[in-house]
Every structure is written in C-alpha cells, then in structure tokens.
C-alpha cells in the first residue's frame, strides 16, 4: 500500500523559512513524479511545484517562484520543499503527491499525503 506522510508544518512570521519533507513507501518512488500540492481556507487546491522522476525537470507556480525550492532524494524516497520567503498567502495546508506521470494537474496524481498545516503571520 502506497503511504505519503509529510511533516515539517507549523506557525512562521511572514520573512520565514520552513522546509516540508515527504516520505513516501508501497512502491519505488524514483518511478514516480512528485508534487506539492495546497489549500487555502475556502479555496481550491492548487499545484505548488513538482518534480520529474530523476528531477531533471521542475515547474514553479509564478506565486511562489524564485522563494520555493522542491528537490528529492531517491534514495531516501523522500521530496523536499524549501520555502524561504514566506507571505501570509503561503498559508493552507500542504501535501505531497506522487504520480505516474510528469503533470501539472490534480487529477494526475493518484496518492496523496494527509496534509501539513502552514500558517504565516504577518
């Protein structure tokens, strides 16, 4: 059985830092795309960043480009994600995903992680 668990969540001052991992078990993960994923209170959940397989390739949504990093270590079956930066925007819950596939959209990622809440006050 596939099992994403992230940490790394909590309450920062808008300027921050925090950096997410998730770690993922059931099957190989270096076969798989990872992203990360959030939701606001009353809003959609929305693709943050994600990364290829090998993570030769990354995409950004423009909001958090150039203040987020994702990376993954294969070996660890684990995907990072390194916030610098942080707005009071940031705020929602965060989760990890895994796909087949190499994609921007929710519907291409068939396991997710629980969640982390992120808070940034201003």
């Known amino acids: 059985q596939v099992q994403l668990v992230e940490s790394g969540g909590g309450l920062v001052q808008a300027g921050g830092s925090l950096r997410l991992s998730c770690t993922a078990s059931?099957?190989?993960?270096?076969?798989?795309?990872m992203a990360w994923f959030r939701q606001a209170p009353g809003k959609e959940r929305e693709l943050v960043t994600a990364?290829?397989?090998?993570?030769?390739?990354?995409y950004y949504a423009r909001p958090v480009k150039g203040r987020f990093t994702i990376s993954r270590d294969n070996a660890k079956n684990t995907v990072y994600l390194q916030m610098n930066s942080l707005k009071p925007e940031d705020t929602a819950v965060y989760y990890c995903?895994?796909?087949?596939?190499?994609?921007?959209?929710?519907?291409?990622?068939?396991?997710w992680g629980q969640g982390t809440q992120v808070t940034v006050s201003s």
């Open positions: 995903a895994q796909s087949a596939s190499y994609g921007y959209t929710l519907n291409e990622y068939d396991y």
């Open positions: 059931g099957r190989t993960s270096s076969n798989y795309a």
């Open positions: 990364i290829s397989m090998n993570g030769g390739r990354t």
